[in-house]
């Protein structure tokens, strides 16, 4: 079936550093990859998505990578602050006019000051 | 934060019990997933409902059953509750015909003793 891998489960980066978590995918008819950022009690919320059609999209400290042909994709915040110290989320939604959206195992980001 | 509401917030039932969790969509969006997020895990797809159908279903058994009403409001039931049914359970909501993006509600706290 469907399958979500994300690594690494624990991250710990030093405030201003930057950090990566990367992701693989295994329906190749995925065409939808949101990320969520979870703190502690709430509820997941979307800190950026990427379609299919695109390479790479940014939104500040926070970009996203999509390689379709080997189903990676990629989170970076740069210059990381204290804030971003969350769960992180990868997911990837099923293509076919399907919505089922396949989430991550996650990764605890810290981030030391 | 979104506009999706759950409740109850938290929920004590006993082995063996059903539950019924609520859920109130964003307005304007007319598709509502449920899922599962065990501890230290990341949500389980259940199910999905758009325009009061079911419109795909993860791998959980036919105990887990679900509802949309008219203004898109949407149930989950669980009958015959386990141990392991012991989780978060989120709600997402969102436009099928639309964006791509869904908003989760703060969730309900199931605990099954």
């Known amino acids: 079936g469907e399958n979500v891998e994300q690594h690494p489960s624990t991250l710990s980066v030093q405030e201003g550093d930057s950090a990566v978590i990367k992701c693989t995918y295994s329906d190749s008819a995925s065409n939808y990859f949101p990320w969520y950022k979870q703190e502690l009690g709430k509820r997941p919320q979307l800190i950026i998505d990427i379609r299919s059609n695109v390479g790479e999209k940014k939104d500040q400290r926070i970009a996203v990578t999509l390689n379709k042909t080997a189903k990676h994709f990629s989170l970076h915040i740069t210059e990381t602050q204290p804030e971003d110290s969350a769960v992180y989320f990868c997911?990837?939604?099923?293509?076919?006019?399907?919505?089922?959206?396949?989430f991550g195992a996650g990764t605890r980001l810290f981030v030391k000051a | 934060e979104t506009g999706v509401t759950q409740s109850p917030t938290h929920l004590i039932k006993t082995r063996g019990q059903q539950v019924t969790l609520r859920c109130s969509s964003q307005?304007?969006?007319?598709?509502v997933s449920w899922y599962q997020q065990a501890l230290g895990q990341g949500p389980q797809f259940i199910f999905q409902?758009?325009?009061?159908?079911?419109?795909g279903r993860g791998n959980f058994p036919p105990r887990f059953s679900g509802l949309q009403f008219p203004n898109y409001s949407s149930e989950l039931n669980v009958n015959a509750l386990e141990l392991d049914d012991s989780a978060l359970y989120l709600c997402a909501s969102s436009t099928l015909q639309g964006g791509d993006e869904q908003y989760f509600g703060p969730g309900t706290r199931l605990t099954v003793t």
């Open positions: 409902y758009y325009r009061e159908e079911e419109n």
């Open positions: 997911a990837a939604r099923g293509g076919g006019g399907g919505f089922k959206t396949i």
């Open positions: 307005s304007g969006h007319n598709t």
